[in-house]
Protein backbone atom coordinates (compact mmCIF):
# COMPACT_ATOMS: atom_id res chain seq x y z
CA UNK A 1 0.00 0.00 0.00
CA UNK A 2 1.11 3.39 -0.52
CA UNK A 3 1.12 6.63 1.28
CA UNK A 4 -1.92 7.98 0.20
CA UNK A 5 -3.73 4.78 0.67
CA UNK A 6 -2.25 4.21 3.88
CA UNK A 7 -3.32 7.22 5.12
CA UNK A 8 -7.02 6.72 4.31
CA UNK A 9 -7.19 2.58 4.83
CA UNK A 10 -4.35 1.25 7.28
CA UNK A 11 -6.18 -0.20 10.53
CA UNK A 12 -9.35 0.84 9.37
CA UNK A 13 -12.78 -1.19 8.62
CA UNK A 14 -16.03 -0.62 8.16
CA UNK A 15 -17.71 -1.05 11.50
CA UNK A 16 -18.70 -4.76 12.02
CA UNK A 17 -22.07 -4.18 13.71
CA UNK A 18 -23.52 -1.26 11.42
CA UNK A 19 -21.35 -1.11 8.18
CA UNK A 20 -20.42 2.45 9.32
CA UNK A 21 -17.22 2.98 7.11
CA UNK A 22 -16.03 5.96 9.29
CA UNK A 23 -14.14 4.41 12.58
CA UNK A 24 -17.07 4.61 15.63
CA UNK A 25 -16.18 7.07 18.71
CA UNK A 26 -16.73 3.96 20.91
CA UNK A 27 -17.40 6.57 24.20
CA UNK A 28 -17.08 3.58 26.69
CA UNK A 29 -15.10 2.66 29.87
CA UNK A 30 -15.78 -0.55 30.45
CA UNK A 31 -17.30 -3.76 27.82
CA UNK A 32 -19.21 -6.30 29.20
CA UNK A 33 -17.58 -10.16 29.85
CA UNK A 34 -19.24 -13.02 28.87
CA UNK A 35 -17.69 -14.87 32.02
CA UNK A 36 -15.00 -13.84 33.93
CA UNK A 37 -11.91 -13.47 31.32
CA UNK A 38 -14.42 -14.39 28.75
CA UNK A 39 -14.11 -11.04 26.44
CA UNK A 40 -13.40 -9.67 23.44
CA UNK A 41 -10.03 -8.09 23.38
CA UNK A 42 -11.44 -5.10 25.43
CA UNK A 43 -11.63 -4.51 29.10
CA UNK A 44 -11.13 -1.27 30.65
CA UNK A 45 -10.46 2.19 27.83
CA UNK A 46 -7.49 3.37 29.70
CA UNK A 47 -5.66 -0.16 28.84
CA UNK A 48 -7.42 -0.39 25.05
CA UNK A 49 -10.42 1.17 23.44
CA UNK A 50 -11.46 0.35 19.51
CA UNK A 51 -11.44 4.08 18.12
CA UNK A 52 -7.62 4.21 19.95
CA UNK A 53 -6.53 0.99 18.41
CA UNK A 54 -7.33 1.83 15.05
CA UNK A 55 -5.35 4.93 15.31
CA UNK A 56 -2.52 3.38 16.61
CA UNK A 57 -2.52 0.69 13.76
CA UNK A 58 -2.94 3.64 11.69
CA UNK A 59 0.40 5.93 12.67
CA UNK A 60 2.40 2.36 12.91
CA UNK A 61 1.66 1.97 9.32
CA UNK A 62 2.32 5.30 7.91
CA UNK A 63 6.17 5.28 9.54
CA UNK A 64 6.68 1.79 8.41
CA UNK A 65 6.44 0.62 12.16
CA UNK A 66 4.95 -2.85 14.22
CA UNK A 67 3.86 -0.69 17.01
CA UNK A 68 2.19 2.35 17.70
CA UNK A 69 1.25 3.88 20.95
CA UNK A 70 -1.45 7.19 21.25
CA UNK A 71 -1.62 9.36 24.50
CA UNK A 72 -3.17 12.77 26.08
CA UNK A 73 -0.45 14.60 23.89
CA UNK A 74 2.86 14.98 22.87
CA UNK A 75 4.93 15.02 25.88
CA UNK A 76 2.84 12.61 27.40
CA UNK A 77 4.05 10.41 24.85
CA UNK A 78 8.43 11.75 25.73
CA UNK A 79 7.20 11.42 29.13
CA UNK A 80 6.75 7.71 28.92
CA UNK A 81 9.67 7.14 26.63
CA UNK A 82 12.21 8.26 29.82
CA UNK A 83 10.12 5.98 31.99
CA UNK A 84 11.67 3.24 30.86
CA UNK A 85 15.14 4.54 31.57
CA UNK A 86 16.64 4.09 34.97
CA UNK A 87 18.71 6.28 37.36
CA UNK A 88 22.19 6.95 36.03
CA UNK A 89 21.03 6.43 31.71
CA UNK A 90 22.53 9.63 30.42
CA UNK A 91 19.80 10.83 27.31
CA UNK A 92 22.06 12.86 24.44
CA UNK A 93 19.64 15.28 22.96
CA UNK A 94 19.90 18.31 20.46
CA UNK A 95 20.32 21.79 21.91
CA UNK A 96 17.85 23.14 19.27
CA UNK A 97 14.84 20.91 21.14
CA UNK A 98 11.12 21.81 21.70
CA UNK A 99 10.98 24.29 24.66
CA UNK A 100 8.11 21.62 26.29
CA UNK A 101 10.95 18.68 25.75
CA UNK A 102 13.52 20.62 27.26
CA UNK A 103 11.53 21.11 30.85
CA UNK A 104 10.20 17.61 31.00
CA UNK A 105 13.81 16.51 31.22
CA UNK A 106 15.54 19.05 32.83
CA UNK A 107 12.65 19.89 35.24
CA UNK A 108 11.13 16.88 35.63
CA UNK A 109 13.48 13.70 35.13
CA UNK A 110 16.44 15.15 35.93
CA UNK A 111 15.52 14.85 39.77
CA UNK A 112 14.70 11.01 39.23
CA UNK A 113 18.48 10.42 38.45
CA UNK A 114 18.45 10.80 34.41
CA UNK A 115 21.36 12.60 33.10
CA UNK A 116 20.59 14.53 29.61
CA UNK A 117 22.94 16.29 27.39
CA UNK A 118 22.10 19.10 25.01
CA UNK A 119 24.54 19.11 21.97
CA UNK A 120 24.81 20.76 18.58
CA UNK A 121 24.25 17.68 16.12
CA UNK A 122 23.81 19.33 12.66
CA UNK A 123 27.61 18.33 12.20
CA UNK A 124 26.64 14.39 13.14
CA UNK A 125 30.54 13.92 12.88
CA UNK A 126 30.72 16.06 16.00
CA UNK A 127 28.16 14.24 18.00
CA UNK A 128 30.72 11.01 18.87
CA UNK A 129 32.84 12.96 21.48
CA UNK A 130 29.70 13.36 23.36
CA UNK A 131 29.25 9.68 23.94
CA UNK A 132 29.16 7.87 26.96
CA UNK A 133 28.98 4.58 28.84
CA UNK A 134 26.26 5.69 30.80
CA UNK A 135 24.34 7.06 27.27
CA UNK A 136 21.61 4.87 26.51
CA UNK A 137 18.87 6.97 24.16
CA UNK A 138 19.81 9.56 21.90
CA UNK A 139 16.45 12.04 21.11
CA UNK A 140 16.76 14.17 18.03
CA UNK A 141 14.39 16.64 16.60
CA UNK A 142 14.61 17.33 12.90
CA UNK A 143 13.87 20.37 11.31
CA UNK A 144 14.61 22.09 14.63
CA UNK A 145 12.64 24.63 16.03
CA UNK A 146 12.29 27.47 15.47
CA UNK A 147 16.03 27.51 13.55
CA UNK A 148 15.33 24.69 11.16
CA UNK A 149 18.63 22.84 11.16
CA UNK A 150 18.41 19.84 10.13
CA UNK A 151 20.04 16.35 11.61
CA UNK A 152 21.40 13.36 9.82
CA UNK A 153 19.30 10.59 11.18
CA UNK A 154 21.33 7.89 9.72
CA UNK A 155 24.73 9.72 10.58
CA UNK A 156 23.66 9.43 14.58
CA UNK A 157 22.08 5.79 13.73
CA UNK A 158 25.35 4.68 12.14
CA UNK A 159 26.98 6.14 15.90
CA UNK A 160 24.39 4.69 18.07
CA UNK A 161 24.02 1.47 16.61
CA UNK A 162 27.31 0.02 17.27
CA UNK A 163 27.15 0.71 20.54
CA UNK A 164 23.70 -0.64 21.04
CA UNK A 165 22.12 3.08 22.06
CA UNK A 166 19.02 3.93 20.93
CA UNK A 167 17.77 6.71 18.40
CA UNK A 168 14.37 8.15 19.09
CA UNK A 169 13.33 11.12 16.50
CA UNK A 170 10.65 13.65 17.62
CA UNK A 171 9.18 13.85 13.59
CA UNK A 172 6.28 16.43 14.85
CA UNK A 173 7.40 18.70 12.03
CA UNK A 174 8.41 16.12 9.18
CA UNK A 175 5.50 14.25 9.62
CA UNK A 176 5.63 10.54 7.66
CA UNK A 177 4.63 11.71 4.87
CA UNK A 178 7.71 13.79 4.36
CA UNK A 179 10.43 11.44 6.48
CA UNK A 180 10.52 8.12 7.94
CA UNK A 181 12.83 7.78 10.34
CA UNK A 182 12.55 4.29 11.22
CA UNK A 183 13.21 3.63 7.67
CA UNK A 184 16.80 5.14 8.49
CA UNK A 185 17.26 2.97 10.93
CA UNK A 186 15.76 5.12 14.10
CA UNK A 187 14.25 2.76 16.90
CA UNK A 188 11.44 4.97 17.60
CA UNK A 189 9.37 7.83 16.35
CA UNK A 190 7.48 10.28 18.38
CA UNK A 191 4.68 12.55 17.40
CA UNK A 192 2.86 15.41 18.76
CA UNK A 193 -0.44 14.90 16.63
CA UNK A 194 -1.70 17.86 18.08
CA UNK A 195 0.16 19.64 14.93
CA UNK A 196 0.52 18.14 11.37
CA UNK A 197 -0.95 14.96 12.08
CA UNK A 198 -4.23 16.28 13.55
CA UNK A 199 -3.89 19.53 11.44
CA UNK A 200 -7.16 21.30 12.66
CA UNK A 201 -6.40 22.95 15.15
CA UNK A 202 -8.32 20.58 17.45
CA UNK A 203 -6.55 17.86 19.18
CA UNK A 204 -3.99 17.75 21.47
CA UNK A 205 -2.60 14.22 21.39
CA UNK A 206 0.96 12.21 21.34
CA UNK A 207 1.91 8.96 19.79
CA UNK A 208 5.06 6.97 19.69
CA UNK A 209 5.62 4.44 16.77
CA UNK A 210 8.57 1.12 16.85
CA UNK A 211 9.29 -1.91 15.79
CA UNK A 212 11.07 -3.66 19.05
CA UNK A 213 8.54 -5.67 20.65
CA UNK A 214 10.27 -5.60 24.04
CA UNK A 215 9.90 -1.76 24.38
CA UNK A 216 6.62 -1.74 22.95
CA UNK A 217 5.58 -4.03 25.39
CA UNK A 218 7.04 -1.73 28.31
CA UNK A 219 6.11 1.22 26.93
CA UNK A 220 2.35 -0.64 26.59
CA UNK A 221 2.96 -1.24 30.05
CA UNK A 222 3.25 2.39 31.11
CA UNK A 223 0.18 3.70 28.35
CA UNK A 224 -1.62 1.65 31.21
CA UNK A 225 0.24 1.88 34.52
CA UNK A 226 0.21 5.43 34.23
CA UNK A 227 -2.86 6.02 32.21
CA UNK A 228 -1.65 9.40 30.03
CA UNK A 229 -4.16 8.08 27.15
CA UNK A 230 -5.79 9.56 24.19
CA UNK A 231 -9.49 9.88 24.92
CA UNK A 232 -12.06 8.43 21.89
CA UNK A 233 -13.77 11.52 20.12
CA UNK A 234 -9.75 12.57 19.98
CA UNK A 235 -8.36 9.36 18.12
CA UNK A 236 -11.90 9.72 15.88
CA UNK A 237 -10.24 13.61 14.81
CA UNK A 238 -7.03 12.40 14.43
CA UNK A 239 -8.29 9.85 11.84
CA UNK A 240 -10.19 12.23 10.44
CA UNK A 241 -7.42 14.79 10.08
CA UNK A 242 -4.75 12.03 9.06
CA UNK A 243 -6.91 11.00 5.99
CA UNK A 244 -5.90 14.25 4.42
CA UNK A 245 -2.36 14.40 5.24
CA UNK A 246 -1.19 13.84 2.35
CA UNK A 247 -2.47 16.64 0.59
CA UNK A 248 -1.89 19.14 3.22
CA UNK A 249 1.40 18.54 3.39
CA UNK A 250 1.99 18.50 -0.30
CA UNK A 251 0.26 22.01 -0.05
CA UNK A 252 2.11 23.54 3.05
CA UNK A 253 4.81 22.27 1.65
CA UNK A 254 4.18 24.20 -1.82
CA UNK A 255 3.17 27.25 0.11
CA UNK A 256 6.50 27.36 2.59
CA UNK A 257 8.44 27.68 -0.58
CA UNK A 258 6.54 30.60 -2.32
CA UNK A 259 6.31 32.53 1.19
CA UNK A 260 10.11 31.37 1.44
CA UNK A 261 11.03 32.92 -1.84
CA UNK A 262 8.76 35.81 -1.10
CA UNK A 263 10.36 37.10 1.43
CA UNK A 264 13.85 36.66 0.88
CA UNK A 265 13.70 39.28 -1.64
CA UNK A 266 12.23 41.75 0.41
CA UNK A 267 14.36 44.50 1.61
CA UNK A 268 13.36 44.40 5.10
CA UNK A 269 13.83 41.16 5.61
CA UNK A 270 17.03 39.99 6.48
CA UNK A 271 17.81 35.96 6.84
CA UNK A 272 15.06 33.41 5.74
CA UNK A 273 15.41 29.87 7.44
CA UNK A 274 14.40 27.36 5.49
CA UNK A 275 15.78 23.73 4.12
CA UNK A 276 14.88 24.41 0.86
CA UNK A 277 17.48 26.88 -0.11
CA UNK A 278 20.47 25.57 -2.07
CA UNK A 279 22.40 27.06 0.43
CA UNK A 280 20.88 26.27 4.01
CA UNK A 281 23.53 24.89 5.52
CA UNK A 282 21.95 21.42 6.01
CA UNK A 283 20.37 21.50 2.52
CA UNK A 284 22.05 18.26 1.20
CA UNK A 285 20.44 16.28 4.28
CA UNK A 286 17.36 17.58 4.02
CA UNK A 287 17.32 16.68 0.59
CA UNK A 288 18.21 13.19 1.13
CA UNK A 289 16.10 12.17 3.99
CA UNK A 290 13.20 14.34 3.19
CA UNK A 291 11.17 14.35 0.08
CA UNK A 292 10.24 18.34 0.60
CA UNK A 293 10.83 20.52 2.87
CA UNK A 294 7.54 21.30 5.10
CA UNK A 295 5.23 24.13 6.02
CA UNK A 296 7.41 25.76 8.40
CA UNK A 297 9.87 28.55 8.26
CA UNK A 298 11.39 31.45 9.97
CA UNK A 299 13.07 34.74 9.79
CA UNK A 300 14.22 37.94 10.76
CA UNK A 301 14.30 41.96 10.12
CA UNK A 302 17.16 44.15 8.83
CA UNK A 303 18.18 45.67 12.00
CA UNK A 304 16.64 42.74 14.23
CA UNK A 305 14.46 45.46 16.46
CA UNK A 306 12.54 43.55 19.08
CA UNK A 307 9.56 46.11 18.67
CA UNK A 308 9.46 46.35 14.92
CA UNK A 309 8.75 42.34 14.82
CA UNK A 310 6.43 42.50 17.63
CA UNK A 311 4.40 45.47 15.79
CA UNK A 312 4.72 43.38 12.03
CA UNK A 313 2.96 40.85 13.86
CA UNK A 314 0.14 42.43 15.16
CA UNK A 315 -0.33 43.28 10.66
CA UNK A 316 -0.86 40.11 9.38
CA UNK A 317 -4.52 39.46 8.88
CA UNK A 318 -4.17 35.92 7.57
CA UNK A 319 -0.88 35.07 9.84
CA UNK A 320 -2.35 34.45 13.11
CA UNK A 321 -0.12 35.08 16.45
CA UNK A 322 -0.49 32.02 17.80
CA UNK A 323 1.70 29.02 19.55
CA UNK A 324 1.23 25.76 17.42
CA UNK A 325 1.56 24.97 14.35
CA UNK A 326 1.07 22.16 11.61
CA UNK A 327 -2.79 23.50 11.00
CA UNK A 328 -4.35 24.23 8.07
CA UNK A 329 -4.24 28.09 8.92
CA UNK A 330 -1.19 30.04 8.95
CA UNK A 331 0.32 30.89 12.02
CA UNK A 332 3.37 33.07 13.11
CA UNK A 333 4.83 33.48 16.20
CA UNK A 334 7.47 35.27 18.11
CA UNK A 335 10.31 32.58 19.83
CA UNK A 336 11.65 35.36 22.21
CA UNK A 337 8.41 36.53 23.75
CA UNK A 338 6.52 33.57 23.06
CA UNK A 339 7.91 30.11 23.45
CA UNK A 340 11.33 30.75 23.99
CA UNK A 341 11.31 33.66 26.75
CA UNK A 342 12.40 31.58 29.31
CA UNK A 343 15.72 31.45 27.82
CA UNK A 344 17.69 33.41 29.07
CA UNK A 345 18.69 36.94 25.95
CA UNK A 346 22.14 36.06 25.55
CA UNK A 347 21.49 32.04 25.22
CA UNK A 348 19.08 32.78 23.18
CA UNK A 349 20.82 34.87 20.92
CA UNK A 350 23.63 32.48 21.07
CA UNK A 351 21.71 30.19 18.99
CA UNK A 352 20.97 32.44 16.27
CA UNK A 353 17.40 32.86 18.11
CA UNK A 354 17.48 36.59 17.43
CA UNK A 355 14.67 39.51 19.05
CA UNK A 356 13.49 39.25 15.61
CA UNK A 357 12.81 36.19 14.50
CA UNK A 358 9.79 35.40 13.59
CA UNK A 359 8.04 31.60 13.06
CA UNK A 360 5.83 30.64 10.77
CA UNK A 361 3.44 27.63 10.24
CA UNK A 362 2.32 28.19 6.56
CA UNK A 363 -0.90 27.29 6.01
CA UNK A 364 -3.19 25.57 3.07
CA UNK A 365 -4.92 28.98 2.34
CA UNK A 366 -4.36 30.26 -1.55
CA UNK A 367 -0.69 30.80 -1.93
CA UNK A 368 -1.86 34.69 -3.30
CA UNK A 369 -3.72 35.47 -0.45
CA UNK A 370 -0.71 34.73 1.72
CA UNK A 371 1.58 36.56 -0.21
CA UNK A 372 -0.46 39.70 -0.46
CA UNK A 373 -0.75 39.28 3.73
CA UNK A 374 3.02 39.29 3.97
CA UNK A 375 3.04 42.52 1.57
CA UNK A 376 0.86 44.36 2.93
CA UNK A 377 2.20 43.88 6.42
CA UNK A 378 5.73 44.48 5.43
CA UNK A 379 4.79 47.49 3.44
C1 LIG B 1 4.19 20.65 20.17
C2 LIG B 1 5.42 19.83 20.12
C3 LIG B 1 5.70 18.87 21.10
C4 LIG B 1 4.81 18.64 22.30
O1 LIG B 1 3.57 18.11 21.93
P1 LIG B 1 2.20 18.43 22.74
O2 LIG B 1 1.19 17.67 21.95
O3 LIG B 1 2.01 19.90 22.77
O4 LIG B 1 2.40 17.86 24.11
C5 LIG B 1 6.86 18.13 20.97
N1 LIG B 1 7.72 18.33 19.95
C6 LIG B 1 7.47 19.24 18.99
C7 LIG B 1 8.44 19.41 17.88
C8 LIG B 1 6.33 20.03 19.04
O5 LIG B 1 6.11 20.96 18.10
Request: net charge negative.
Amino acid sequence: MKFATKAIHAGVFPDPSTGAIMTPIYQTTTYVQKAPGDHKGYEYSRTQNPTRTVLQENLAALENGSYGLCFASGLAATDAVMKTLSPGDEVLSTNDLYGGTYRLFTKVFQKYGLDFNFVDMSNANEVGQYISDRTKLIWIETPTNPMMHIIDIEAIVGLAKSKGIKVAVDNTFATPFLQRPLDLGADMVMHSVTKYLGGHSDVIMGALVLNDSQWAEQLEFLQNASGAVSGPQDCFLALRGIKTLHLRMQRHSENAAAVAHFLRKYPRVDQVFWPGFEDHPNHVIAKKQMSDFGGMISFTLKGDDIEEAKHLMTKFKYFQLAESLGGVESLCGHPASMTHASIPREERIKSGLLDSLIRMSVGIEDIDDLVADLEQALS
